[in-house]
Nanobody, 124 residues
């Protein structure tokens, strides 16, 4: 089993930055793809970014391209999401996910493990 724990969420003004972290425990995820998803109130969960097992390939949804960066720690058991130029529409609960397939995919059904989420609130 893999446990994922997100941290780094909070309240920030529009234009500000936050860095989310997701730490894996229980078993290594160094060969897993990792993804960040978010869900705003009344909306469906959507992909934000994903990274393959080696960190060499990434995916970003259009609305965050150029503002967010996903990366993996050196031991590959931690994944980060650097969020810059935040907008009120980025407000959501952000979830970390891990998938054994290894590829950077935007499809939530391909991920096997999920964290509990961390709240990000961007004020205007």
């Amino acid at each position: 089993q893999v446990q994922l724990a997100e941290s780094g969420g909070g309240l920030v003004q529009a234009g500000g930055s936050l860095r989310l972290s997701c730490a894996a425990s229980g078993r290594t995820v160094r060969n897993y793809a990792m993804g960040w998803f978010r869900q705003a109130p009344g909306k469906e969960r959507e992909v934000v970014a994903a990274i393959n097992w080696s960190g060499t390939n990434t995916y970003y949804t259009d609305s965050v391209k150029g503002r967010f960066t996903i990366s993996r720690g050196n031991a590959k058991n931690t994944v980060y999401l650097q969020m810059n130029s935040l907008k009120p529409e980025d407000t959501a609960v952000y979830y970390c996910a891990a998938g054994a397939f290894g590829r950077a995919t935007p499809n939530s059904y391909e991920y096997d493990y999920w964290g509990q989420g961390t709240q990000v609130t961007v004020s205007s």
